[in-house]
């Protein structure tokens, strides 16, 4: 196996483990998706509809269908565009940002439990080549 091909085998474990470890607690009702999505509106603001669709990959409906069980959990409002209103944005709730902000601080402390024996200068250097990688992907991705 050539270098190449070890690194995206350690990317593909590194991703399927982390998503393992920070995937909510079943007892919070809401999958890792939807998670991720809450994530996502956090980072932004606020998003629209089509782009959860074009975001995750999936069709315009099964983003509404996100959408109405995170809203009906309390964690999401949508609000039409004044401009059109054929635009339905989305933004977290208060209980939304809660949500976010205290599953964040949980998922640092569950990395701090699980990589205290890896030392600062190697989570640095990781991070390093992780954010070199990421900016030379994004890259080759814009000029497509």
């Given at each position: 196996m050539n270098i190449y091909e070890?690194?995206?085998v350690s990317l593909k474990q590194i991703h399927e483990e982390t998503?393992?470890?920070l995937r909510p607690n079943e007892?919070?009702?809401i999958s890792h998706g939807q998670m991720f999505l809450l994530f996502a509106i956090y980072n932004h603001g606020q998003i629209k509809t089509t782009d959860i669709a074009n975001h995750f990959g999936?069709?315009?409906g099964a983003a509404t269908s996100i959408a109405d069980k995170l809203e009906s959990l309390g964690l999401i409002e949508r609000q039409r565009n004044t401009q059109d209103r054929r635009v339905v944005m989305i933004t977290l709730s208060d209980k939304g940002r809660e949500?976010?902000?205290?599953?964040?601080?949980?998922?640092v402390e569950k990395l701090e439990q699980i990589l205290f024996s890896v030392s600062e200068e190697k989570l640095q250097a990781t991070i390093q080549a992780i954010d070199e990688i990421s900016t030379?992907?994004?890259?080759v991705n814009t000029n497509k």
């Amino acid at each position: 196996m050539n270098i190449y091909e070890q690194l995206i085998v350690s990317l593909k474990q590194i991703h399927e483990e982390t998503v393992e470890v920070l995937r909510p607690n079943e007892n919070e009702g809401i999958s890792h998706g939807q998670m991720f999505l809450l994530f996502a509106i956090y980072n932004h603001g606020q998003i629209k509809t089509t782009d959860i669709a074009n975001h995750f990959g999936i069709t315009p409906g099964a983003a509404t269908s996100i959408a109405d069980k995170l809203e009906s959990l309390g964690l999401i409002e949508r609000q039409r565009n004044t401009q059109d209103r054929r635009v339905v944005m989305i933004t977290l709730s208060d209980k939304g940002r809660e949500y976010v902000v205290h599953t964040k601080k949980r998922n640092v402390e569950k990395l701090e439990q699980i990589l205290f024996s890896v030392s600062e200068e190697k989570l640095q250097a990781t991070i390093q080549a992780i954010d070199e990688i990421s900016t030379i992907f994004k890259a080759v991705n814009t000029n497509k």
